[in-house]
Every structure is written in structure tokens, then in C-alpha cells.
């Protein structure tokens, strides 16, 4: 069975650092590309970025390029988001979620969620 | 890269079927044949209920069905039941910066 498992988040004041994780189990992880995507609570889905099997290829929206970092880690099974530069508007509950054929989100994970506020 | 336009609610009775819009451009919808949607329950992640315009994962409900025109996806939920209530996002792939571009969300309601 499939599972992504989210952790790391929590609240933090703006301008400082938080790390995610997401700790994923039965599949072949260094097989699959893996996204962020996040969601302020009570709106909508919003794709933060992507990082590819290798590492080789990474993306990241416009709104958080230059402040947050996606790694992963195969051996581990392990993805990661390092968020610096926090900022009210980062506040949201973040999905891993792996993607297929880069076409779809097939299994996303339950979310954690980072409120940013002084 | 804006977010797609879907209704902000759609409803009907049980039994019924309705349909959901999902409206891009042709850098996004129109340009692509990958046009995913996913149902979110209160309090739970999403879920990929049609994938590549109107492919249904297994274990998903022939109930649900897609289709595309245009810049315009659909999603159909046909013989509605309670259980069909929730959230539903529409995606697609997009040839700009930003490779990936959610729906606003529709919420299904189920009278």
C-alpha cells in the first residue's frame, strides 16, 4: 500500500526556517518524481513544486522561488521542502503527493500544516 | 499562471447528475490532454478520481466521467449519492512556468 506521511510543520514567526518531510512507503520511491502542493484552509490547491526521480529536474512556483528548497533523499525514501524567508501568506496545510507520466497526482499524504504568525 | 474557473458550488438531489466546469486556456487545458480531477473530503487529502481528460483510476466509480472541448474540461457525476458530497479540483499541465495549475474548487452539495 502506498503511503506518503507529512511532518515538520507547526507554527513559526515570519523570516524564520522550517523543514518538512515526507516519508513515503510502498512503492519504488526513486521510481517517481514527487510534488509539493499546498492549500490555505478553506481554498483552494495551490502546486509549490517538484523535484524528478534523480534530482536532476526541479521546479518551483513563482511565489516561493529564491525561498524554498526541494530535496530527496532515495536511500532514505525521503522528500523534503526547506522553507527560509517565511511569510504569513506561506500559511497552509502542505501535501507531498506523488505524480505519474508527470501527467497526475496519484497518492497524495494527509498534509502538515505551517502557520506562519508573529 | 491563474487558476482554473469552476463554479463555486454546484447542487443536486440524489439520483440526479451534474456536471462541473473547469475553464483554462489554451496554454493549459486546451493545449494538453492532461487534465486530472480529484475529490477532497473534509478534513482529507485529495483524491484522483479522472486522470488524462476521462480515464478513471481503478476503484474509482463509473459514476464519474470526463470530458474535454476547447479550453473547457467537464466532469460528470451521474446517479448522485450522499457520499458524493465534497470538494472537487479540477488540474491541468501548462506549457508555462509553472507546470502544474489547479481549478478554484467546486463544492458538491447533495440535497
Known amino acids: 500500500e502506498v503511503q506518503l506521511v507529512e511532518s515538520g510543520g507547526g507554527l513559526v514567526q515570519p523570516g524564520r526556517s522550517l523543514r518538512l518531510s515526507c516519508a513515503a512507503s510502498?512503492?519504488?520511491?526513486?521510481?517517481?518524481?514527487m510534488h509539493w502542493v499546498r492549500q490555505v484552509p478553506g481554498k483552494g490547491l495551490e502546486w509549490v513544486s517538484s523535484?524528478?526521480?534523480?534530482?536532476?529536474?526541479?521546479g518551483y512556483a513563482d511565489s516561493v522561488k529564491g525561498r524554498f528548497t526541494i530535496s530527496r533523499d532515495n536511500a532514505k525514501n525521503s522528500l523534503y521542502l526547506q522553507m527560509n524567508s517565511l511569510r504569513a501568506e506561506d500559511t497552509a496545510l502542505y501535501y507531498c503527493?506523488?505524480?505519474?507520466?508527470?501527467?497526475?497526482?496519484?497518492?497524495w499524504g494527509q498534509g502538515t500544516l505551517v502557520t506562519v504568525s508573529s | 499562471q491563474s487558476a482554473l474557473t469552476q463554479p463555486a458550488s454546484v447542487s443536486g438531489s440524489p439520483g440526479q447528475s451534474i456536471t462541473i466546469s473547469c475553464t483554462g486556456t489554451?496554454?493549459?487545458?486546451?493545449?494538453?490532454?492532461?487534465v486530472s480531477w480529484y475529490q477532497q473530503h473534509p478534513g482529507k487529502a485529495p483524491k484522483l478520481m479522472i486522470y488524462?481528460?476521462?480515464n478513471r483510476p481503478s476503484g474509482v466509480s463509473n459514476r464519474f466521467s470526463g470530458s474535454k472541448s476547447g479550453n473547457t474540461a467537464s466532469l460528470t457525476i451521474s446517479g448522485l449519492q450522499a457520499e458524493d458530497e465534497a470538494d472537487y479540483y479540477c488540474?491541468?499541465?501548462?506549457?508555462?512556468?509553472?507546470?502544474?495549475?489547479f481549478g478554484t474548487g467546486t463544492k458538491v452539495t447533495v440535497l
Open positions: 523535484i524528478s526521480w534523480n534530482s536532476g529536474i526541479i
Open positions: 510502498g512503492f519504488s520511491f526513486d521510481d517517481y518524481a
Open positions: 488524462d481528460v476521462s
Open positions: 503527493a506523488r505524480i505519474r507520466l508527470n501527467d497526475y497526482f496519484d497518492y
Open positions: 489554451s496554454s493549459d487545458v486546451g493545449a494538453y490532454n492532461y
Open positions: 488540474s491541468s499541465y501548462t506549457s508555462t512556468s509553472t507546470p502544474y495549475v
